[in-house]
Nanobody, 119 residues
Framework: QVQLVESGGGSVQAGGSLRLSCAASGRTFSGSYMGWVRQTPGKEREFVASISGSGGLTVYADSVKGRFTIARDNARNTVSLQMNSLRPEDTAVYYC????????????WGQGTQVTVSS
């Protein structure tokens, strides 16, 4: 059974930083894109960032470019999202995703982790 488990969410003041991690189990995703998607109540899920299987290609939403950094460790089957200079509009549930393409999420999802940024 494939599982993606996120950790690292929490509450922070604007301008602060958080680091999200996602650990995959049940299969390896070293040949697949992994990424992060976020969602706020009443809105559709929004692409945040993705990273290729080798880690050599990354894609970011315009809203997070220069502030967020995605990385992966294929030896540990993990993907992370370092979030700096957080803004209140970054408040959302962040979901780890795997098995998709650069801009399209795949079929594997984590349970989500809440990030709250206060002004």
């Amino acid at each position: 059974q494939v599982q993606l488990v996120e950790s690292g969410g929490g509450s922070v003041q604007a301008g602060g930083s958080l680091r999200l991690s996602c650990a995959a189990s049940g299969r390896t995703f070293s040949g697949s894109y992994m990424g992060w998607v976020r969602q706020t109540p009443g809105k559709e899920r929004e692409f945040v960032a993705s990273i290729s299987g080798s880690g050599g290609l990354t894609v970011y939403a315009d809203s997070v470019k220069g502030r967020f950094t995605i990385a992966r460790d294929n030896a540990r089957n993990t993907v992370s999202l370092q979030m700096n200079s957080l803004r209140p509009e970054d408040t959302a549930v962040y979901y780890c995703n795997a098995g998709g393409t650069a801009n399209r999420p795949g079929n594997y999802w984590g349970q989500g982790t809440q990030v709250t940024v206060s002004s």
